[in-house]
């Protein structure tokens, strides 16, 4: 099938397709003209990779995730490790956004919101407030 319908089949932007293609995470066959010809399996890994980044895995890791996948003498330990190491930067990620929350839900509860020009969360921005974490960039 052509990129288009590969696309199509597994859910991913042409785009994407071509570029997997080009980092050679999938290898379709060339046709005589030199059009890419996508096989059922080579949709199994677009998919397959789809999958592995909306769970967060980098193209390292997708790649090699693909490469346990296709060695049927893999030790599931690697890709449990794996897999660990990917909740531990997504726990970090979580944290790190509820501790933006809280002080945004600090800021605004703070803040009038009425016609008067003074506001906590721009003094904040600004760097003069209480929520202010560190030096100001340059």
Do not use: W
Not at 69 to 85: C, H, M, W
Not at 113 to 126: E, H, K, N, V
């Amino acid at each position: 099938m052509n990129i288009g319908a590969a696309a199509k089949a597994s859910g991913l932007p042409v785009k994407t397709v071509r570029y997997y293609d080009e980092i050679d995470l999938v290898s379709p066959n060339r046709n005589g003209n030199g059009y890419r010809a996508y096989s059922a399996d080579d949709v199994h890994k677009l998919r397959f990779l789809q999958r592995a980044r909306r769970l967060g895995f980098t193209i390292v890791e997708c790649r090699h995730l693909l490469s346990l996948y296709e060695d049927k003498s893999r030790a599931s330990a690697e890709v449990r490790a794996l897999a660990v190491t990917r909740i531990a930067e997504i726990d970090a990620r979580i944290e790190e956004l509820q501790s933006l929350r809280d002080s945004l839900t600090t800021l605004v509860s703070t803040c009038r919101g009425d016609d008067r020009p003074d506001c906590p969360i721009l003094d904040d921005l600004a760097g003069g407030g209480a929520c202010h974490e560190g030096a100001r960039d340059s």
